[in-house]
């Protein structure tokens, strides 16, 4: 192998997504951010109770300590899916996104799987698929610090 092969082979391929991934990934981010966002919204506003009555739901549930996970999980629902709208963060905001979204899926809504109400599971899944996809894969080009020749 000649020398400048051998320099050719050693360098790692650059990450370029075609534009219709990064719209993809901006899609999927702004579904995010119009599910969760409201919802956050409606439990700090005090619809249903506002929080301490989320709060027990949470404790019905049997989740520990109701009022602080209540507390996390609709600071998160409100405040993580920002950072989704520039997808500055986005990766780091995902982990307590998905971290939200598999006790709601699983634990909130896992028995809507075994009642087969579907439209009550298909929600928190989605969003919990869409979290996972733009933990993986980034925020995209279309972001604050995207480029549009490779994702860094």
Same mark, same amino acid.
């Given at each position: &192998? ?5 320099? =050719? ?7 370029? @997504?075609?534009?219709?991934? /990064? ?7 702004? +579904? ?9 919204? /409606? ?10 009555? +989320?709060?027990?739901?949470?404790? /019905? #549930?049997? #989740?520990?300590?109701? #009022?602080?996970?209540? @507390? ?9 899916? &920002?950072? @989704? ?11 307590? =996104?998905?971290?939200? *979204?598999?006790? $709601? ?8 799987? &075994?009642? =087969? /109400?579907?439209?009550? *599971?298909?929600?928190? #899944?989605?969003? =919990?698929?869409? %979290? %996972?996809?733009? $933990?993986? +894969? ?9 480029? $549009?020749?490779?994702?860094?």
């Amino acid at each position: &192998m000649s020398e400048e092969s051998k320099e =050719l082979s050693s360098k790692e391929p650059e990450k370029i @997504y075609p534009v219709w991934g /990064n719209v993809v990934l901006l899609v999927l981010r702004l +579904f995010v951010v119009f599910i969760v966002i409201p919802a956050g919204w /409606n439990k700090i506003q005090g619809g249903v109770e506002g929080i301490e009555g +989320f709060s027990v739901y949470v404790k /019905n #549930l049997g #989740l520990p300590f109701p #009022l602080v996970s209540a @507390y996390a999980a609709v600071l998160t629902e409100f405040f993580a899916p &920002m950072f @989704y709208v520039i997808g500055f963060g986005a990766r780091i905001v995902s982990i307590p =996104l998905i971290g939200t *979204f598999i006790v $709601a899926t699983f634990v909130a809504h896992g028995k809507d799987v &075994m009642e =087969l /109400n579907w439209a009550e *599971f298909y929600i928190p #899944l989605g969003v =919990l698929v869409s %979290c %996972c996809v733009i $933990a993986w +894969f980034g925020p995209g080009s279309f972001s604050v610090g995207g480029s $549009a020749d490779h994702e860094d």
